[in-house]
């Protein structure tokens, strides 16, 4: 398999560095040595230090939900790539759609964060998605070839594979209401499409495409079967280390 399956916690705006620091052990305990699955856990900027230290030895990763595009200056506020290099993060989830839609962020600002992120060797998460009325009138494929080609402008070929996708359809998130396996592989298989235009067949099969969007453990084995669905990038089901286990557990058993 060239891809390994990857599942990525999103804790968005939830928990304090103390019970982000828990949650982080009890994963540990439970899933700490699984070397089938990529695991990376996102929690907020003020639990990035408290959780480094409670996965360090661990394979779990560390990742950052946002970041500025610039090392250093005046942006009050704002967060660094080298600042998460130094906390040891190696991920950072870019250009979430509640990023997109509640603090208006660009395909041109999610560009350069994502330049930023390769240039400081974090690994971009990705984030395109369309919503519920793009959806409806039938431009879900031109949304996403837009945003995806936008925010990968200047990514050369060497650099793709350290690029992870998420596919989240803005209608699914938080909602309850999961794309069909069918409706996600369409979607995740014309990234790929995509990738291999831009990339080339060899650089694009190298790239995780997560699905995002009320993923649980009741939908994950038959999403996580799709031929192009590496791995998903979870909200609501990775607040919880029961539930975030049993995903993680139901990559392995789709590898
Ligand atoms: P959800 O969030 O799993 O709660 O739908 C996913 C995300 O926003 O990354």
């Excluded at 395909?107 to 998460?125: G, H, S, Y």
């Amino acid at each position: 398999m060239i891809r390994k399956k990857l599942i990525a916690g999103n804790w968005k705006m939830n928990k304090t560095s103390a019970d982000a620091a828990s949650l982080a052990h009890e994963l540990v305990v439970s899933v700490g040595a699984q070397p089938d699955v990529e695991v990376v856990i996102c929690p907020p900027f003020t639990a990035l230090e408290s959780v480094a230290g409670a996965i360090d030895g661990s394979l779990i990763k560390l990742g950052a939900q946002n970041m500025h595009f610039e090392a250093s200056g005046a942006f009050t506020g704002e967060v660094s790539a080298p600042m998460l290099r130094a906390l040891f993060a190696t991920h950072v989830i870019l250009g979430h759609s509640e990023r997109r839609t509640l603090f208006a962020e660009t395909d041109e600002l999610v560009n350069k964060k994502v330049l930023a992120a390769l240039k400081n060797q974090l690994r971009p998460i990705l984030c395109v998605g369309e919503s519920l009325a793009e959806r409806e009138s039938a431009s879900t494929l031109r949304v996403i070839q837009s945003q995806a080609e936008r925010a990968l402008e200047g990514v050369g070929k060497d650099q793709a594979p350290s690029v992870v996708v998420a596919y989240e359809p803005v209608w699914a998130i938080g909602t309850g209401k999961v794309a069909t396996a069918e409706q996600a592989q369409e979607v995740h298989g014309f990234i790929r499409g995509l990738l291999t235009k831009l990339y080339g067949e060899a650089a694009a099969q190298r790239v995780r495409i997560l699905y995002g969007g009320s993923m649980k453990p009741a939908n994950a084995a038959e999403l996580l079967s799709q031929k192009d669905i590496d791995g998903g990038l979870i909200g609501g089901a990775s607040l919880e280390a029961r539930s975030f286990v049993e995903l993680i557990k139901a990559a392995a058993a789709a590898t």
